[in-house]
């Protein structure tokens, strides 16, 4: 019996780039079998996530909140794993936020737990599959055995080459920002740099994701429409994806489900698609 085989479309040359760049970062990727209606060159390089709604998953089922972190910890491997699989290259996981802090101890308490257990238990795997852990945020303030997890996860992982994780704990995009400026002030009053030469690009390579591709995609589960102070240098071109699914909840399906809501988007960064015409002015140079 003949056996009939679905025809991939021929790939455009900027596919092939994309697809030849997502095979040295991760060989093992296929986006063309797992996502074969994205083009390869529409699939984000770098997805940042908030991941929301580990609470309220847990009490609409009558459990404490902290139920609702321990199984949103067990949905980063599986959204990890699978953005390996479609050729995403980074990915950023809002983790833990200067402002948590303020909430209540317990639950604090057990997030610090969740972090070394996580760092602790996926050391192995991630040094295995070649994914390289990079943490961002503050490390004053943070108990000595989250430090001890956070070091021995990044130095494990520090050869590998493949895909990349990136945990913001203890983070703020304000503070970030502010930890840039001074070092550059350091930087100037050692006589290492010029004030007069300090642009963009200085900034950038102050800030904790330097040398990362900028996020294509930022996605907040739980609903809530907030940027929360995540990456606010980062995402300035960013297209931000809102669902209402709580993060324990996002799967491999809500995950495909929204790259392929940025493959449908045009990303002008500031510019004009090729078929729209100049506006008459009173836009947002931006729009």
Known sequence: ????????????????????????VQPAADPL???????????????????????RWARRRGFPREFGHRNGAATIRTILTECERIGVEVLTLYSFSLENWRRPDREVAELMRLC????????????????????????????????????????ATRSCTGSKLCLAINYGGRAEIVDACRSLAARAVR???????????SIEGELGTAGLPEPDMLVRTGGERRISNFLLWQISYAEIYVTDVLWPDFGVAELHAAVREFARRRR?????DQDEPPSDGGSSPHA
């Open 191 to 201: 006589g290492e740099i010029e004030p007069s030469s300090i642009d963009e690009w």
């Open 268 to 272: 002008r960064f500031g510019g004009l």
């Open 33 to 55: 079998t797992l996502l074969p209606d994205v083009p390869p060159s529409r699939i984000p390089r770098h997805i940042a996530i908030i991941m929301d709604g580990n609470g």
């Open 1 to 24: 019996m003949t056996q009939h085989h679905a025809i991939q479309p021929e790939l455009s040359e900027a596919d092939r780039e994309a697809l030849a760049r997502i095979k040295s």
């Open 116 to 155: 070394c257990a996580y760092c602790d238990g996926e050391r192995e795997a991630m040094k295995r599959r070649n994914v390289r852990c990079r943490v961002i945020g503050r490390r004053e303030g943070l108990p000595s055995e989250v430090l001890a997890s956070i070091t021995a996860l990044e130095d």
